[in-house]
């Protein structure tokens, strides 16, 4: 009997580590205590010190893109370049339910700079090694993780071989349902929509 493969889960935060933040510190804490192998991603640079103490206890890399511009598009050109050469089709039809998802957001362009984004969580995240994305909450990262869960081991059957999920505050929720955002409800190929494998609210 084949041993199933142990969980690798990618943490999508918009940044990380923030002061402010400490229940989601705690929480990859827990996780790394029970032996779950973790990679995290911040969208934005990390804040500078001071930081919590617990910080320096976490041992999961950290994953985000370049402060300087010229490193950055270079670094979002390659990991895209990377998916798109994986599995052309599929990063097409990924790439037409962004089109799609921004024709109905009253943000299309903040759809398309999670869609940017995504291409580098989902080229390092099938580096790696990821079971399964968990984004922190439901707004910029759980539009990345959707994006990044429809690209990572794009040469599966299934575009969304690796799951996705989002912890969310009440009030993300209530704005991603208002604004019909991509994090509760992904595009997938044909114009069908994807529901998250789990959806956690973590605050009032």
């Known amino acids: ?23 989601i510190l705690n929480e990859i804490a827990i996780m790394e205590s029970l032996g779950v192998r973790l990679t995290l991603f911040s969208l934005l640079q990390p804040e500078p010190p001071p930081h919590h103490p617990m910080v ?63 291409g580098f969580v989902a080229d390092r995240c099938r580096r790696d090694g990821v079971t399964l994305i968990h984004a922190h909450f439901a707004n910029a990262p ?31 929720l209530s704005i991603a349902l208002h604004e019909d955002k991509l994090t509760l409800r992904v595009p997938a190929a044909g114009g069908t929509r994807r529901h998250w494998s789990s959806f956690w609210t973590s605050r009032p």
Do not use: N
């Open 142 to 172: 759980g539009a990345v993780a959707g994006f990044a869960s429809l690209r990572v081991r794009a040469d599966r059957e299934h575009m969304g071989e690796v799951d996705g999920e989002v912890a969310g505050r009440t009030r993300d």
């Open 56 to 118: 320096k206890d976490i041992s999961a890399p950290l994953r985000h893109l370049p402060p300087q511009r010229a490193a950055k598009i270079a670094a979002l050109a390659r990991a895209h370049g990377a998916c798109l050469g994986r599995a052309p089709l599929r990063y097409l039809r990924a790439l037409a339910g962004a089109a799609a998802a921004s024709a109905r957001s009253r943000r299309p362009l903040g759809v398309w700079k999670q869609f940017l984004r995504a």
């Open 1 to 23: 009997m084949t041993k199933a493969p142990a969980a690798h889960v990618a943490y999508v935060m918009k940044r990380y580590p923030r002061l402010s933040e400490t229940f």
